[in-house]
C-alpha cells in the first residue's frame, strides 16, 4: 500500500490495533522518521505493543500509600499528548469543509505544546500555519514549533497573559483565508480527551489496586485534559475529578492573579471546553514546587537513592515528565493526603510532555538559587514530596461553587462573540452529552474521505 491515508479516526487513537494492519506496521516503523505523514496513526497514548504508557509511582518518592498512575504523554509524534488535539480540530475542520488545503493558514494560540502540535500536525498535512504565543516561553519550545516550520506570532508576557494570544487570534482570524485550532473554546479537543485519553486513563489502572480510579488530576490549560473526567466518572462515578492551578495564578479559585512558571497550565481563564458540572476539587500547587520537583527527578539521583529509589527506577523517570507532569504529581498526593486514600486506590494524573523541552528552566533555576547541591534538594524534597498536604483545596461541588466557575466563564467568553444562550446550555449534561456524540459521526466522516483518497 504506497498511498497515505487520510489519518485516523477516534477510535483508532484509542484503539489502533483497529488501524488497518499495513498501515499500522507503517506507522510504528515510521516513528524514527517523525516527519513522515504516516504518523498520524501514531497518535495515542500506547507502546508498540499494545500497552498504555504509564508509570506507577514509586511510594517512596510520593509519600503516600495509594498507587499514584502516571500517563506519559512525551511518546506522542512530536513529544506530547497536545498533537491529538491539534490533529483532531483540524481533521474536524476538513470533514466539515471549513479548512481547505492549498487555500487556508492554521492558527494555533498556545503557551506551547499545543503549538508544537500545530506546527507539526500542519506540517505532515501540508498547510502552513501560524503559532500564536506569549514571548517569555522557554526556548526549547519556540525552537521546535520552528523546526516543524510554522512561523510564530508572539505576544507579551507569559503563561498568565494568555489572553493576550487570544486577542490577537480573534484579530487574525478575521483574515479570510485564516483557520483558528482554537483550543480553548473549540470542541475536538474535549472529545479528543474524552474518548481518547479518559477511556486510556480507564484501561491504564487494570491490574493495579482495586481496579477502580479514585481521583483524577489535571492542571487545565485549556482544560481539554480534563475532559477525561467526563468518561472516568461514566465508568467509576465515585472518582473524584480535580483541576491543579499554580498557587501563584488560581483563576478558578480566586478569579485570576499574578504570574508564575508552570509553562501548560494556569491561563487565567475558565476555557469554554472546560465542563464544569464534573469538576469536583480545586487544588493549588506553588509553581517553585513544580520547578524544584522536576530537579530532583533529573537530576537528584544521590537524593532518590537514599530514600529508597533505585538507579534503575531513577533513570527510567528522569526524562518522563515536564514541570507541569510534576505540577500534576504534586496536586496527585495532595488529593491523596485530603481524601486519606488507602493501598488499594489509585490516582491517575497525566504527563503533558517529557523533560526535553525543560532544559532551559532547569538552567534559569540554577541562577535563581545560590545552590542545588545534594543536602539542598534533600530539603527540597521532604518540603515539597513529604510534607505536601491537604492545603489549598477547595470542594467545587457544592451549587455555589459551581455558580462562580460559570460566573468566570461568562466573564471570559461572552467578549469573544459567544452568546448568553450558548453559555447556558453548557450549564447541563445533556450539552456535554451531544457534543461528546459527535466523535461517532466524525468517525465515519473520516472513514468516508479516507475510502475516496
Given at each position: 500500500m504506497n498511498k497515505i491515508p487520510f489519518g485516523p479516526t477516534y477510535e483508532e487513537m484509542l484503539h489502533p490495533n483497529k488501524i488497518e494492519a499495513s498501515v499500522r506496521n507503517r506507522a510504528l516503523h515510521a516513528k524514527n522518521d517523525e516527519l513522515d505523514p504516516i504518523n498520524l496513526f501514531n497518535i495515542n497514548w500506547r507502546n508498540d505493543e499494545g500497552e498504555i504508557n504509564k508509570i506507577v509511582l514509586p511510594k517512596a518518592l510520593t509519600g503516600v500509600d495509594c498507587n499514584i498512575v502516571v500517563l506519559l504523554g512525551k511518546y506522542f509524534p512530536s513529544g506530547s499528548h497536545k498533537v491529538g488535539p491539534a490533529y483532531s480540530t483540524l481533521i474536524e475542520g476538513c470533514v466539515d469543509g471549513t479548512i481547505l488545503p492549498g487555500k487556508h493558514t492554521i492558527l494555533g494560540p498556545s503557551t506551547g505544546n499545543f503549538g508544537i502540535g500545530v506546527a507539526y500536525i500542519c506540517n505532515l498535512m501540508k498547510y502552513d500555519s501560524i503559532v500564536i504565543m506569549p514571548d517569555n516561553m522557554s526556548k526549547e519550545r519556540y525552537d521546535r514549533i520552528q523546526r516543524y516550520g510554522a512561523k510564530l506570532d508572539l505576544t507579551p508576557g507569559t503563561e498568565s497573559d494568555v489572553i493576550l494570544t487570544l486577542e490577537r487570534t480573534f484579530e487574525l482570524k478575521k483574515i479570510p483565508n485564516y483557520r483558528a485550532l482554537a483550543q480553548f473554546e473549540l470542541m475536538p479537543n474535549y472529545r479528543f480527551h474524552r474518548h481518547v485519553t479518559g477511556h486510556s486513563a480507564i484501561e491504564s489502572i487494570q491490574g493495579i489496586g482495586n481496579g477502580r480510579i479514585a481521583c483524577f488530576t489535571s492542571a487545565p490549560g485549556s482544560a481539554g485534559t480534563l475532559a477525561a473526567g467526563d468518561a472516568i466518572k461514566q465508568v467509576f462515578?465515585?472518582?473524584?475529578?480535580?483541576?491543579?492551578?499554580?498557587?501563584?495564578?488560581?483563576?478558578?479559585?480566586?478569579?485570576?492573579?499574578?504570574?508564575?512558571?508552570?509553562?501548560?497550565?494556569?491561563?487565567?481563564?475558565?476555557?469554554?471546553?472546560?465542563?464544569?458540572?464534573?469538576?469536583?476539587?480545586?487544588?493549588?500547587?506553588?509553581?517553585?514546587?513544580?520547578?524544584?520537583?522536576?530537579?530532583?527527578?533529573?537530576?537528584?539521583?544521590?537524593?532518590?537513592?537514599?530514600?529508597?529509589?533505585?538507579?534503575?527506577?531513577?533513570?527510567?523517570?528522569?526524562?518522563?515528565?515536564?514541570?507541569?507532569?510534576?505540577?500534576?504529581?504534586?496536586?496527585?498526593?495532595?488529593?491523596?493526603?485530603?481524601?486519606?486514600?488507602?493501598?488499594?486506590?489509585?490516582?491517575?494524573?497525566?504527563?503533558?510532555?517529557?523533560?526535553?523541552?525543560?532544559?532551559?528552566?532547569?538552567?534559569?533555576?540554577?541562577?535563581?538559587?545560590?545552590?542545588?547541591?545534594?543536602?539542598?534538594?534533600?530539603?527540597?524534597?521532604?518540603?515539597?514530596?513529604?510534607?505536601?498536604?491537604?492545603?489549598?483545596?477547595?470542594?467545587?461541588?457544592?451549587?455555589?461553587?459551581?455558580?462562580?466557575?460559570?460566573?468566570?466563564?461568562?466573564?471570559?467568553?461572552?467578549?469573544?462573540?459567544?452568546?448568553?444562550?450558548?453559555?447556558?446550555?453548557?450549564?447541563?449534561?445533556?450539552?456535554w452529552e451531544a457534543e461528546y456524540h459527535k466523535v461517532m459521526k466524525y468517525d465515519e466522516q473520516i472513514q468516508k474521505m479516507r475510502d475516496k483518497k
Open positions: 462515578p465515585e472518582a473524584k475529578i480535580v483541576a491543579i492551578e499554580p498557587y501563584e495564578c488560581s483563576t478558578l479559585m480566586n478569579g485570576g492573579r499574578g504570574q508564575h512558571r508552570i509553562e501548560g497550565i494556569g491561563d487565567k481563564m475558565c476555557t469554554l471546553i472546560h465542563n464544569i458540572l464534573n469538576t469536583d476539587f480545586v487544588c493549588l500547587v506553588k509553581d517553585d514546587d513544580a520547578v524544584r520537583g522536576l530537579k530532583i527527578i533529573h537530576d537528584g539521583k544521590h537524593v532518590l537513592n537514599e530514600i529508597g529509589i533505585s538507579d534503575a527506577q531513577f533513570e527510567t523517570m528522569r526524562d518522563l515528565f515536564g514541570v507541569s507532569g510534576v505540577c500534576n504529581i504534586l496536586g496527585a498526593i495532595k488529593m491523596a493526603k485530603y481524601l486519606k486514600l488507602g493501598d488499594q486506590d489509585n490516582v491517575v494524573t497525566i504527563a503533558t510532555d517529557g523533560f526535553d523541552r525543560y532544559p532551559s528552566v532547569l538552567e534559569n533555576l540554577e541562577t535563581r538559587y545560590l545552590e542545588t547541591v545534594d543536602f539542598v534538594q534533600k530539603r527540597w524534597f521532604n518540603d515539597i514530596f513529604m510534607k505536601a498536604n491537604g492545603e489549598d483545596i477547595v470542594d467545587y461541588r457544592p451549587a455555589v461553587q459551581k455558580e462562580k466557575l460559570f460566573h468566570q466563564k461568562e466573564l471570559d467568553w461572552l467578549k469573544f462573540g459567544y452568546s448568553q444562550t450558548y453559555l447556558d446550555a453548557m450549564r447541563h449534561p445533556a450539552f
